[in-house]
């Protein structure tokens, strides 16, 4: 519940609540590149500050979700967070002339000319640095939303909403999605009312609703796991640096397979038993992989896979799919690989060991665990590879977003969309962030640069599609 920081009353506000320590991780990552997650939906209409059906759906759906407008704060004696659910529900909002835009956008295709303004502006907000060094808050509390309206012409216009991880997780980013849209609709219409508000939202973070028991581990177990994560993590093998000295940031390349194999893909997951984070992972490792088969086929080596799986039908009480916040919890598998490995056995074996993780309770029982190891390399970068901060070749999640409201959003002028979080501060080679939309899958594949360059990741990238689709059949 929300309470006051007793022992420094004046460094954080009444009926704060202090964060969880999943919570606190995704705050110490976001202020290093990692945990921004990023909305983008360009449309066919134009959006000016008078616009007013923007702000009035935004009132309406922040009415519902008090945790979008909270503020947070840095305890810098304690050197932990909390957040406060304000009363005035308001995001941000800054709008960006044609003019502006037109200046941005031929900045950022200097080095990209190919890229869409979509995808070149979704990587610009990915990098804006929101939040930086807790130390730099204002003593009014930070805001964990924001908002920009791009104009692209005189007829098209890109609205980005920017979250940060404590408050937003897939779930909750995939939620907000579907609820902006239908209440979009009904501002168009001219209806009122607004979506149902969730009681308890962000009053407790995960730790705090993880069923008794499932999350016990003795303090032996607790050392030698730590032991075993922390020695295996310098056994791992990572893809090659570009370049490890410069600032990184977050770029992102789009696989879309067309809905023919898509089907294909997906029809040979349910004959095996298995879901498609098991086809991506097993694609994703044998591209990887045969970047080192190049100078040494008989090379083999061990990578990691993290594995993201939303845990609110199991907490209790059972929350749901509306109630925002971060409720995803981590499996971080290693698969040893020879470069002989069959597509669909590897895709077999990398969800059927998640799997037996997931049911022996790894995702509770390792959760301190993984947060602590989090941290460490985000203060101590040298305990990784070259300084890296890479932590597992490969993040998925357990299921795809499944989107069928392509018309609906034909009806709003919604022309394309992409939403993923940033990893340039700790975390994976590559994440992939993958939806079914209208039968088509289309994954944002975010990666850390210059560390790995877009000409790499782009290979590494055609590979997975050309496994996929060669050997996804049936």
């Given at each position: ?120 502006i979704l990587e610009h907000e990915l990098n804006s640095k929101s939040w930086s060094d807790p130390s730099s808050f204002p003593c009014s509390g930070m805001d964990l939303l924001f908002g920009s309206v791009y104009a692209l012409s005189d007829v098209k216009s890109l609205i980005v909403l920017k979250f940060h991880a404590a408050i937003c997780d897939r779930t909750s980013a995939v939620s907000f999605l579907r609820e902006l849209m239908v209440l979009a609709k009904e501002v168009e219409c001219g209806a009122g009312g607004g979506t149902q508000k969730i009681d ?275």
């Amino acid at each position: 519940m929300y309470r006051s920081n007793q022992n420094h009353p004046e460094l954080f506000p009444p009926k704060s609540r202090p964060l969880g320590n999943t919570e606190n991780s995704w705050c110490r990552a976001a202020a290093g590149g990692t945990g921004i997650a990023v909305l983008a939906l360009q449309l066919a209409k134009k959006m000016t500050e008078t616009s007013h059906d923007l702000q009035i759906t935004l009132e309406k759906l922040l009415n519902s979700h008090p945790l979008l407008h909270s503020k947070l704060y840095y305890n810098p004696a304690t050197k932990h967070f909390s957040f406060l659910k304000c009363s005035n529900p308001q995001i941000p909002l800054k709008f960006h002339d044609l003019p502006s835009t037109s200046k941005l956008l031929l900045a950022l295709s200097a080095q990209n000319p190919n890229i869409s303004p979509l995808h070149l502006i979704l990587e610009h907000e990915l990098n804006s640095k929101s939040w930086s060094d807790p130390s730099s808050f204002p003593c009014s509390g930070m805001d964990l939303l924001f908002g920009s309206v791009y104009a692209l012409s005189d007829v098209k216009s890109l609205i980005v909403l920017k979250f940060h991880a404590a408050i937003c997780d897939r779930t909750s980013a995939v939620s907000f999605l579907r609820e902006l849209m239908v209440l979009a609709k009904e501002v168009e219409c001219g209806a009122g009312g607004g979506t149902q508000k969730i009681d308890g939202e962000g009053d407790m973070g995960i730790e705090s609703l993880v069923p008794s028991g499932l999350a016990k581990k003795t303090m032996w177990a607790h050392g030698i796991d730590m032991l075993g994560y922390s020695v295996n993590s310098l056994r791992l093998t990572n893809l090659k640096f570009k370049n490890t000295k410069l600032a990184r940031f977050s770029e992102v390349i789009r696989l879309k397979i067309n809905p023919h194999f898509t089907a294909e893909i997906l029809t040979g997951c349910k004959s095996r038993g298995i879901k498609l984070c098991g086809a991506l992972a097993a694609a994703g490792l044998m591209a990887g992989h045969s970047t080192k088969l190049d100078s040494d086929h008989k090379l083999k080596k061990k990578y990691g896979v993290v594995t993201l799986t939303d845990c609110r039908t199991i907490l209790e009480p059972a929350l749901s799919t509306q109630h925002f916040g971060f409720y995803h919890s981590a499996i971080l598998n290693i698969h040893t690989m020879k470069g002989t490995e069959n597509f669909w056995d590897l895709a077999q074996r990398c969800y059927l060991d998640f799997e037996q993780y997931k049911k022996c309770n790894r995702h509770f029982s390792d959760m301190a665990d993984l947060n602590f190891l989090m941290c460490k390399a985000i203060e101590n970068p040298s305990l990784t590879a070259s300084s890296s901060l890479r932590t597992s070749l490969i993040s998925v999640f357990e299921d795809p977003v499944m989107d069928g409201s392509g018309q609906m959003q034909q009806e709003l002028g919604v022309e394309d969309y992409i939403g993923c979080a940033s990893v340039h501060g700790v975390g994976p080679s590559i994440a992939f962030f993958d939806i079914i939309r209208d039968g088509e899958l289309d994954c944002a594949c975010v990666y850390p640069a210059p560390l790995h360059s877009r000409e790499q990741m782009s290979e590494l990238v055609d590979r997975m599609k050309k496994i996929m689709i060669g050997e996804g059949g049936l």
